[in-house]
C-alpha cells in the first residue's frame, strides 16, 4: 500500500525552527519527484518546495527562500523540510507528496499521492 506519513508539526514562536519529516512506505521514493504543500485557513493550498524527478533541481517558494530546506534521505525512504526563521504567516497545514511526472511543476496538480498533513502554527 503506497502510504505517506508526515510528522514534525506543532506549536512554535516566530523565529524558531521546525522540521517536517515523511516517511515513505510502500514504494521507493527515489524514483519521484517530491514536494511539500502547505494549506491555510481561507486559502488554496500551495507549492512550498519540490525537488525534481528529472535531475534533482529543487524549487522554493519566494516566501520561504532563504528559510526552509528540503530534503530526502533514499536509505530511510523519507523527505524532509527544515523550517528556520519561521514566521507566523508560516501557520498552515503542511503536506508531503510524490509525483510520477519526470518534469513535475511544483503544483498541487502535478501531484498525485498525498500525506494526511501536520499543523504547523507559529506565534507571534
Known amino acids: 500500500q503506497v502510504q505517506l506519513e508526515e510528522s514534525g508539526g506543532g506549536l512554535v514562536q516566530a523565529g524558531g525552527s521546525l522540521r517536517l519529516s515523511c516517511a515513505a512506505s510502500?514504494?521507493?521514493?527515489?524514483?519521484?519527484?517530491i514536494g511539500w504543500f502547505r494549506q491555510a485557513p481561507g486559502k488554496e493550498r500551495e507549492g512550498v518546495s519540490c525537488?525534481?524527478?528529472?535531475?534533482?533541481?529543487?524549487y522554493y517558494a519566494d516566501s520561504v527562500k532563504g528559510r526552509f530546506t528540503i530534503s530526502r534521505d533514499n536509505a530511510k525512504n523519507t523527505m524532509y523540510l527544515q523550517m528556520n526563521s519561521l514566521k507566523p504567516e508560516d501557520t498552515a497545514v503542511y503536506y508531503c507528496?510524490?509525483?510520477?511526472?519526470?518534469?513535475?511543476?511544483?503544483?498541487?496538480?502535478?501531484?498525485?499521492?498525498w500525506g494526511q498533513g501536520t499543523q504547523v502554527t507559529v506565534s507571534s
Open positions: 525537488i525534481s524527478a528529472s535531475d534533482g533541481s529543487t
Open positions: 507528496a510524490i509525483s510520477g511526472l519526470v518534469r513535475a511543476m511544483c503544483v498541487t496538480s502535478d501531484f498525485g499521492t
Open positions: 510502500g514504494f521507493t521514493l527515489d524514483y519521484y519527484g
